[in-house]
């Protein structure tokens, strides 16, 4: 989570600040104030050292971006933006130079904020809500520093205002921004912010998510899960009559009160809390079968897509952004390396490549387990680090064959009718990809209804990562919504291993892809969007997560007939 506390002089926010990393592991507390301004000021230093104590590790520097980058698994509190400013702009000369700027600093700590896996809070001072400063100089600092807060306040998910030492959530803009709202920056309102994150956020902000290895306790094994309760019937009961005093004739609002229904049961809690910190793991691998042509594309734009996932251009980062998720990518089985990849990335990689599913060893049954683990692992740092709704994602050429043959098998379908298009695939290559199909699920068969055997026989890292992380979800209570045909193989193969563990899912959406249909169906999962898309990476649940937002909005916000003294219908 990535906090902007903001604040007057003396108004408490860094003692709120260090609040937050208060439970973390060790934080790292980047002070960028002058070092021996005057005898006050280094009164007021020493006053914030003693207060930190030795839960902090101090480091001094002018440029917290690059000390960000060097350890992004830490937390990290930044204190505070005033000094580093001031700094930035005496190194820059620019006090009475107007020509001169300092947003190439900004930009780039905007983006070590954005790339920072760890919790980062970041403390800003709020001037000039008083007087225009009498001076050049005084009007400088003002301007400055409200429009680096707002640039920061757009990378971070929670921005709060402490005032006489009391904390105030500030809310995320609208999805847009009014003119007189918006930021004079035209790069700003590229990408107005969007999480609504106005729930109380707790004093103390959970560890972080530091992807670090699979963390199942000794002795169990990746595939065994206990029985999955379902969310709970009695609040479910308990939403659904609360959605009857909401001024609205009686159903009247179709699929969105079941999908509140839905979340409130998920969450044990009627009405339920806003969704606020929903995440993406994007599991990437490559497939042995993607040598021989069953992908429009080339294998190596696998390694080249995680890139860009993990440099947040691809399709997944930006509606995620839109829909306020946020975006992890793994690499589980990529055959190349990924160019720039950080330890975040590939933490959790199993090998390189899956082998040939045509033959069935796709991998072994040791690596079944571990992706498994992984998978487990990773829902469990993301539920722990505060994620209140989950996402998976897939990103790997040549992917939609194994998860046509995992459908085929497990759906019980002909390999003609589970075969799809993918990438946009001609129809020599439909041929070809159909018989792989029928090779890989003859060899699947007999592992039918045994999970681990078929992800080891004809899946891969990414689809058993996938699974675990599905399974992991529901046994954490943790609502998921399902993405496209190759998220959907991977929830199938996760019933198998955990059954039950489906009443924690949505269909996000319907993919054009045919499998993805009998995937549905066989989970008794409906979608709920249809936007003709065929993509996955997570963009479809992607698509329908601002509607379960505004679900659970309506649970939350709307109006009783008592309250609003309207006639309800007797
Ligand atoms: C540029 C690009 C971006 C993608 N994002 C998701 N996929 C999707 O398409 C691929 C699966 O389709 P097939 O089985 O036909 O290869 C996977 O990488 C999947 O994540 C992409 C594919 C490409 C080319
Ligand atoms: O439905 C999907 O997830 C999908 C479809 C085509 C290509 N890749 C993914």
Redesign the pocket.
Known sequence: MRYLVLGGTRSGKSAHAESLLAATDRPRYLATGAVDVDEAWGARVDAHRVRRGEHFLTIETQDPAAEMRLDPESPVLIDDLGSWVTSLLDAAKAWDDPAATITDAVDDLCSAIADHVADVVVVSPEVGMSVVAPTPVGRRFADEIGSVNNRVAQVCEIVQLVVAGRVLDLPAPSATLSAESAPDDAEQTRTPLVPVPVAPFPEAISPSASFVGAALPDGVDAEVFPAIDPPSPDVADAARARQLTLTKPPGALGLLEDLGVWISACQDQCPPHRITAPAVAVFAGDHGV?QDG????PPE??AQ?VANIAAGG??VNVLARRAGARVHVFDMSVKADVPGADAATTAYKVRNGSGDLRTGDAMTIAEARKSLAAGRAIADRLVDSGADLLIAG????????PAAVLIGTIADREPVVVVGR??G?DDATWIRKTAAIRDGMRYGRRFRNEPLALLAAVGGPDLAAMAGFYAQAALRRTPVLIDGV?TSAAALVAEQLAPGASAWWRAGHRSTEPAHAFALSSLGLDPIVDMSMR???GTGALTALPIVSSAVDVLIDMATFADAGVSDGG
Do not use: C, P, R
């Open positions: 993607a069953v992908s429009a594309f734009v696998t897509m691809a399709a897939d990103m790997g050429i040549g992917n939609t064959t993918g990438t695939i190759v993509l996955g990476e």
